[in-house]
């Protein structure tokens, strides 16, 4: 019996096993299948990791343990990131911060050479100086914009340099010379792959988020038709409840916009396609989703409104709720085909205004609706704006 | 009069040089001011890399150019970040896949070794295969959110050792022996000024911005009060612009609070500090925060409700608005100094349940406030929550 009882709970605890690895697996295999641009980014990193290691395969330029192989290698790990903008802003930073390290690394090396027994003094005083100095500038914010990754990299080129400085001046050239080659090398393979397979641009990726976040918006909007519907409103919360991706989606709109900035012109997307617009569209449409929130939060309260004071305002309301979603479907459309000021939009606009306005007619005792369009009204500024 | 032209010209030049300069460094000197911990982080960093290379001088352990003073040097560079639960899971990461893609790539290239003529293939195949399923292995929430650096770490590490696989495999083990002891006394040194020189603890932070939330909300929801003071009300918008980055603050919270689970326990902070729950005090307070921006937009509408109908409500309004101000700070209090359900908390909630009540007998057709006050509730609870 108690061998019995052994055997039924291992296979008891196979069997949970196994539930958990198949649920992860399943997960795993839908995050793939989802968005298969993940799992085609993962094949590029092993292929430009793969043509690095080939290169220096062939041709073994390494000098001892750990040269010129494993400083190429490091840049492609480093650097190769999911977008192309990423990538560039890597690259830029990673060849900059190397060139400039190493000539004042050299720099350096040279004066604490001529000043004889001083020289690990100051050696290692510049380190510390320099270090110090060059992580306080990461907190400037024009700085860790644009160069964050530069100063790291900065840091870490001259920190190993100078460590290294056993070596006589010309040695350290050489090193020099040899370390910006090898960058430079893994900095071509990660950009070819990045740019020429299945590339994935970040102001692609900013555009489309702004626009399924405005028909997110527009979706959550609907709550007011359901708030109004006769009979038992059940279910309003499950279709407004877009709005939250779009009140959260802050941090990853300004890092792509940032990233976008990078990219060299492609598709329909120049070289100065101004994306700090999307920006500022998108602080509309936080601002227009809190009203969207305030709404829903009003439409699924507990204590619902009195009938005779719904069935007073419930047409001017439906139909104010129904044009400004219908403003936000027409401004999503125009940003996505990118056309300056629609005919469509500026129709939809006039009738969102007119509908406000008969509704500001009707009654002024239901001020959360009312305000709720004036973003609405800024969101097709700004539009107007982005459009131009 | 061409020359003195000229000299005009160079001097508004280098006047105008002078002004950016000197805007430039004040504004630089204004952020280390106004957070000293800023530029003491960088004189740690600069400190910790000065010990680093000062140990490595004394002991030149290194064979050939960039052996283990680089690999050291680069540890600390890469691992050290402003809160000690950053160093701690960047250190954590390091470690833990340097070592597993060391003992790998030493399985890998010990079978390669045996098949002799396809050992290239074979090791050129595994770097692309495992870089390709580690890359894409980060885009796994649990991975990500715990394991992102060290993914990085291991597709480099692993990488770099097969690449030097000219070597034989008893070197091979020598150097990864070698990689991971440069590696620990990079972490050990890193660990130690994180922790000892003035430590900041990503926990504290956290608790400081939960804190300093709480109290944006409060002077945010004065704005009820201005509104409906009498006279005109000129400045309502400057006082309640506090809520802005309550909304904008989800993502600084949750990096905080993920990197607050790697912290040893400090101060008041416990080993099992409940840091989950600062997650949801934060949504609650966003919530609150939205609440709070549609009635400042409201305050600050163009067309202002009827004097007579601000009269109607003004009182319970504001009683309403300076009791929900009131249990906000009294729960920021509560917070700041970590008590169990504290009396005056709980007095406050009383009163603000009182003032809501008389408001929603008064009058049912300011829908916006009342729905204010849900949130309200919401942040009481989760807080009483997390008190317990």
């Known amino acids: 019996a108690a061998a019995r009882a052994w055997w039924a709970w291992l296979l008891a605890c196979v069997a949970a096993a196994w539930g958990r690895v198949a649920g992860f697996a399943t997960e795993v295999w839908r995050i793939g299948a989802d968005d298969p641009r993940k799992a085609v980014h993962g094949l590029k990193v092993g292929l430009s990791l793969a043509l690095v290691s080939i290169f220096y395969y062939i041709r073994p330029l390494y000098d001892g343990v750990g040269g010129a192989a494993m400083s190429a290698i490091m840049t492609v790990v480093a650097v190769f990131e999911y977008t192309v903008g990423g990538s560039v802003y890597k690259s830029f930073n990673r060849a900059v911060a190397t060139a400039s390290a190493g000539v004042l690394a050299l720099g350096v090396h040279w004066v604490a050479d001529k000043t004889g027994e001083f020289e690990p003094y100051i050696l290692t005083g510049s380190i510390f100086l320099l270090s110090a100095a060059a992580t306080f500038s990461r907190f400037i914010p024009t700085v860790e914009a644009l160069f964050d990754y530069g100063v790291t990299i900065f840091i870490l080129t001259y920190s190993q340099l100078v460590a290294v400085s056993g070596y006589r001046v010309d040695e350290l050239a050489a090193l020099v010379q040899q370390r910006i080659f090898t960058v430079a090398i893994g900095i071509f393979m990660c950009l070819a792959v990045a740019i020429f397979v299945c590339p ?3 102001g692609q990726e900013l555009h489309l988020l702004t626009t399924l976040n405005m028909e997110e918006l527009a979706a959550a909007l609907d709550c007011v038709e359901d708030y109004f519907a006769e009979g038992p409103a059940a279910q309003p919360q499950a279709r407004s409840d877009g709005y939250r991706c779009v009140l959260n989606s802050k941090d ?4 792509q ?6 990219e060299p012109a492609h598709g329909r ?3 100065r396609h101004p994306y700090g617009k999307y920006g500022k569209v998108g602080a509309a449409m936080r601002a227009c989703a809190c009203c969207v929130k305030a709404l829903s939060t009003c439409a699924s309260a507990e204590a619902p409104a009195p009938e005779h004071v719904k069935r007073l305002v419930r047409d001017a309301c439906t139909r104010a709720g129904a044009r400004c979603a219908q403003v936000l479907r027409e401004a999503s459309r125009s940003v996505a085909t ?5 005919r469509a939009l500026s129709l939809a606009v006039a009738d969102m205004n007119t509908a406000v ?3 500001q007619g009707d009654m002024r005792s239901l001020p959360s609706l ?3 369009t004036m973003p609405v009204f800024t969101v097709a500024s700004q539009l ?3 459009a131009a």
């Open 257 to 262: 916009a940032n990233l976008a900035w990078w």
């Open 338 to 342: 990118m056309t300056t000021s629609s």
């Open 357 to 359: 306005h008969e509704l």
């Open 269 to 271: 997307f120049g070289f």
């Open 252 to 255: 990853s709109e300004d890092e």
């Open 200 to 202: 994935v641009w970040a």
């Open 384 to 386: 107007v704006e982005l």
């Open 370 to 372: 009312v305000d709720d």
